[in-house]
């Protein structure tokens, strides 16, 4: 992405959520944050009518079609790995959460404040999951490929938006905070993938935009 450098942005992005999930794990502070957090939903029904439209948008069917307009994206460009990459990497988050969700089978929040309904297991959150490989991969790709200032206000909304939708699942009791991060780092774990994926993907179109015979460091970079 122009003016930022991806691989040290997500290392420092994982860095702070890994060490936030250590403090919470070590020093045994998970059931107390989440119940912290929760308890804002007793502020009143518009706040959970809220965060309830906001959580909204890591159900699988916003994500799905994120990845879905994203990879349309690439398709216009002839960057059929892309397109590729973009809808796959979030499938495969998806899986492999609810297989570690089975093999973890760590209960929901039943805190006084839950104002939410939602099934399975908690651990990892799958809104996190969801909203950090879709909403920051779409950014980082489509990004990518507009005009520096636009390319950064993309990233600066959706990173603040997979933050909120993810950490509207604490507030609604839903996950436990320890949830919600473990998801978020997942999350990244294949968004650094998709990005190796896509680092060493053939040049776009039939024969790349710069014709045969032209060195892929001279054609469009991966951001």
């Known amino acids: 992405m122009h003016g930022i ?12 959520h890994a060490g ?3 403090v919470l794990v070590g020093f045994h502070r998970d059931v107390r944050m989440s119940g912290t957090l929760c308890s804002w939903t007793e502020g009143g029904a ?8 906001l959580t909204a948008w890591g159900n699988p ?6 990845a879905a307009g994203s990879a349309c994206f690439a398709l216009t460009r002839r960057d059929y790995t892309a397109a590729a ?4 990497v979030p499938y495969a988050a998806a ?6 969700k089975e093999w973890a089978g760590r209960q929901r929040p039943a805190l006084a404040c839950v104002s939410t309904h939602a099934d399975g297991f908690g651990f990892p959150s799958g809104h996190a999951v969801g909203v950090t490989t879709g909403f920051l991969l779409a950014a980082l790709y489509v990004g990518g490929r507009l ?7 993309l990233l600066a909304t959706a990173v603040p938006a997979a933050e909120a939708v993810a950490w509207s699942r604490v507030l609604l009791g839903a996950h436990f905070s320890v949830d919600v991060l473990a998801g978020q780092l997942l999350g990244a774990g294949w968004l650094a993938v998709a990005l190796l994926l896509l680092s060493r993907r053939p040049p776009p179109g039939p024969r790349g935009r710069g014709g045969p015979g032209t060195p892929r460091s001279a054609v469009e970079a991966v951001p």
């Open 46 to 53: 518009s706040r959970v009518r809220f965060l309830e439209t």
């Open 95 to 100: 899986v492999s959460c609810k297989l570690i």
């Open 85 to 88: 990459v973009l809808v796959a």
């Open 5 to 16: 450098r991806t691989w040290p942005w997500l290392g420092g992005w994982a860095g702070v």
């Open 147 to 153: 005009p520096r200032l636009l390319s950064t206000a």
């Open 61 to 66: 069917w916003p994500v799905t079609l994120l």
């Open 20 to 22: 936030l999930l250590l």
